[in-house]
């Protein structure tokens, strides 16, 4: 038990109905630190906060908090709070009461209940709403008032779980930055749940990268971005192209059939390898000068750059660029030694990665899903 | 209903509306216009004014039917309770038990418990089985009560359990996660946001027991005599005890009518499964 840690969980799996949701998995939070559980639907993040929450008891393995351990310990018992994606604001009471709604259960004065419910609301900018019903707060007002009456209590740690999800673009933009300011101000941990990457790089301290209930990377926003473990880090986290290829010694990596100065070492002499490169880190140069060369398939234009499809020897390149190309042209890219990233072959390797099927389409089809 | 209805929504309703006026509206004239003449429909108050005679009837009537609708309320909270811990499929079978007795006439059903209660029913000749001498089932306010709660729980089970089904799950999280045990859960949010299904099912139960008649003749024998069958009673006499008979109907009415309206003041402006008056 390290002491900056405020929760610990060690080992820890959870089934339901035969189908395994968290499968071993361990994870230290640091005390105070903003952490992010970032994965697709299905992939243990809730599972997780609920855990923590005490809303469920993991099968195998222990949880603890501050050093102790913590299985069996009922949720009214425990020193987090929990914002729940729907709010869950108590329809029956108004707004004053909802934030009150902790307080009176640990039987705070009726004085110190006034005072601190009118310093929530001051500090999620609702002030003169106490008398109001909840079912007549827009969406954003009712998260403010889930936030109030979740902080009201003092956790130690906040859990969110997908608090934004239910908000328009603009509105989560704001929320996103009000929410770590008050985490800064607080300067309590805040354990977020999202299936959204660009909250997460935005938001975090540390990333937790989950998939089918296994941990796939914890890391910085860079780290994650930067140097993803895997195949299916790389894809999840932004745009990436992933080839396979052969690292040939220290700093040298070969794909597409060209070899590669890079950055990366460690790796066995031949060894099989995932590469990973990222659209923006490709510049296109004439055919001539390119280290590869290809036939542009597709051209979108995003307002900020272009993303085009190259179709290189059969594997299918998105790049971003902000030069204007036409379908059918011949050009080269050119890759810095920087831009290429090493991963070891996993179980995702050859799963993503390649954009041969890609279009605005399905983009749109698996952002929908995603949705539900 | 507050809200404005459409030509065509009317058109719909008028069907209803003529159906009330046949059965519902003129047969309230009617009792009124007997409760307040004399036999030669000369305008009295002496109808309204024999009450006093019949204050036991309805303090027993009042009293019985608030103890069956106490142990009703005691039965089926937990119960309605309990059928939404488990899963789906159960809960319809459960439901389909609660309601098949309502199937059948109730007259039926009050019938078969003169059979069981009864001093050689099936209970009394069971203990007589064991060497227990018989016990005085029948015939007793208990069997009365017992009456009203067996017939009439199905009505406090039903708008309970529709208002506790439809609770949010993630409200009882969102009260532990703010510090409330069990009591104060229950206390704090699924009471309050159960209550306008208890008020209807007190309601459904209350109003039915306080006027029956056919409960307390049938489990009661002669000695207790509800309200109601005071009324069945007076108009078996012939026509000229009608205009009593109604001041006695009209009264009950009232009384009912008092009664929702304070139970209404407490189910608050949430109207689900709460009871229209």
Redesign the interface.
């Known amino acids: 038990m390290k002491k900056d840690n405020i929760v610990e969980l060690k080992n820890v799996s959870v089934s339901f109905d035969g189908e395994q949701i968290l499968d071993g998995l361990n994870l230290d939070i640091k005390d105070k630190e903003f952490i992010t559980l970032l994965g697709p639907s299905g992939c243990g993040k809730t599972t997780t906060l609920r855990l923590i929450a005490g809303f469920l008891e993991p099968d195998e393995g222990d949880i603890f908090f501050e050093g102790n351990r913590i299985n069996g310990v009922p949720a009214y018992k425990r020193q987090v709070n929990t914002i729940f994606q729907r709010y869950a604001l108590f329809p029956h009471l108004n707004v004053y009461e909802n934030i009150a709604f902790g307080l009176r259960v640990k039987k705070m004065p009726e004085k110190d209940i006034k005072t601190k419910v009118n310093e929530m609301l001051e500090l999620v900018n609702l002030k003169g709403l106490e008398k109001r019903n909840i079912d007549t707060l827009s969406g954003g007002q009712q998260q403010r008032i889930a936030i109030a009456r979740a902080i009201a209590n003092h956790p130690k740690v906040l859990l969110l779980d997908e608090p934004l999800a239910a908000l328009d673009l603009k509105l989560r933009k704001d929320m996103q930055k009000e929410l770590k300011k008050i985490q800064e101000q607080l300067g309590i941990t805040f354990i977020f749940v999202t299936h959204d990457q660009e909250e997460a790089l935005t938001m975090s301290d540390r990333v937790v990268v989950m998939d089918s209930g296994k941990i796939q990377q914890v890391g910085t926003p860079q780290d994650i971005y930067n140097e993803p473990q895997n195949a299916f880090v790389a894809d999840f986290i932004g745009e990436s192209n992933i080839l396979d290829g052969i690292m040939l010694k220290d700093f040298s990596v070969e794909f597409s059939g060209q070899k590669f100065e890079c950055l990366d070492k460690g790796f066995d002499t031949n060894e099989e390898v995932d590469v990973v490169v990222r659209p923006e880190d490709v510049d296109i140069v004439p055919a001539e000068k390119g280290m590869l060369r290809g036939v542009v398939t597709s051209v979108s234009f995003l307002g900020v750059h272009y993303e085009i499809i190259v179709d290189i020897g059969g594997f299918k390149w998105m790049i971003q660029t902000t030069d204007e190309n036409f379908v059918g042209d011949n050009v080269g890219l050119y890759i810095e030694p920087d831009a290429i990233h090493i991963m070891k072959k996993s179980e995702y390797s050859g799963k993503y990665g390649d954009y041969s099927t890609y279009s605005e389409e399905i983009e749109l089809l698996s952002e929908i899903d995603e949705e539900e | 209903m507050k809200n404005k209805t459409s030509f065509g929504s009317r058109i719909i309703a008028a069907p209803y509306i003529v159906w009330s006026a046949i059965f519902i509206i003129v047969p309230l004239l009617i009792m009124i216009y007997f409760a307040l003449t004399d036999q030669n429909g000369v305008f009295t108050i002496a109808n309204i004014a024999q009450i006093g005679k019949y204050k036991k009837a309805f303090g027993i009537s009042i009293l019985y039917a608030a103890i069956a609708t106490v142990i009703t309320l005691l039965l089926a909270y937990p119960m309605a309770y309990f059928m939404t811990k488990i899963k789906i499929s159960s809960q319809r079978m459960i439901l389909l038990i609660v309601m098949l007795p309502m199937w059948m006439n109730f007259l039926i059903r009050t019938y078969s418990w003169i059979t069981i209660l009864a001093n050689t029913g099936l209970i009394n000749t069971f203990l007589g089985k064991l060497g227990i001498a018989p016990l005085r089932l029948i015939n007793t306010p208990g069997a009365v009560i017992l009456g009203m709660v067996y017939d009439f729980i199905p009505y406090m089970i039903l708008p309970i359990y529709s208002v506790m089904s439809k609770l949010?799950k993630?409200?009882l999280?969102?009260?532990?996660?703010?510090?409330?045990?069990s009591f104060?859960k229950f206390r704090?949010?699924i009471l309050?946001?159960t209550r306008s299904g208890i008020i209807s099912g007190i309601t459904m139960v209350f109003v039915p027991s306080v006027s029956t008649f056919y409960i307390s003749q049938k489990l009661g024998g002669n000695k207790t005599m509800l309200i109601g069958d005071a009324i069945e009673y007076l108009y078996n006499l012939g026509p000229s005890y009608y205009n009593v008979a109604s001041a006695l109907s009209l009264i009950l009415m009232l009384m009912i009518l008092i009664c929702l309206a304070i139970m209404n003041k407490f189910s608050?402006d949430?109207e689900d499964g709460g009871v229209i008056l």
């Open positions: 949010d993630s409200l999280e969102a009260a532990e996660d703010l510090g409330s045990n104060s704090r949010v309050p946001l608050g949430d």
